[in-house]
């Protein structure tokens, strides 16, 4: 229902792009968005959009992340820039609000 994928390891001030395919039932919802989870920490929302493509970002990614969808695909995008370490965290894709169903998530690591 819902799969991320594009993680990986990269070094601080480099790039990744993360996808994420819905099922139709969950794209239709308004709002889709990224979350991610780091080591001890909680899961919080990195970026929204709605289906119409309005973006809201997070005070720590705006500026560097962005956030896009194919609504004909059920596809939600994440293009990362200028990494940093602290960008290092489990990311996953949900509505806004979440379902009960997280997904395994993908792992970004950024090294410094």
């Known amino acids: 229902q819902l799969q991320a994928s594009g993680g990986g390891l990269v070094q601080s001030g480099g790039s990744l792009r993360l996808s994420c395919a819905a099922s139709e039932s969950i794209f239709s919802i308004n709002v889709m968005g990224w979350y991610r989870q780091a080591p001890g920490k909680q899961r919080v929302v990195v970026a929204t959009?709605?289906?119409?493509?309005?973006?809201t970002y997070g005070d720590s990614v705006k500026g560097r992340f962005t956030i896009s969808r194919d609504n004909a695909k059920n596809t939600l995008y994440l293009q990362m820039d200028s990494l940093r370490p602290e960008d290092t965290a489990v990311y996953y894709c949900?509505?806004?609000?979440?379902?009960?169903?997280w997904g395994p998530g993908t792992q970004v690591t950024v090294s410094s």
């Open positions: 949900n509505n806004i609000p979440p379902t009960n169903y």
């Open positions: 959009i709605t289906r119409g493509g309005r973006a």
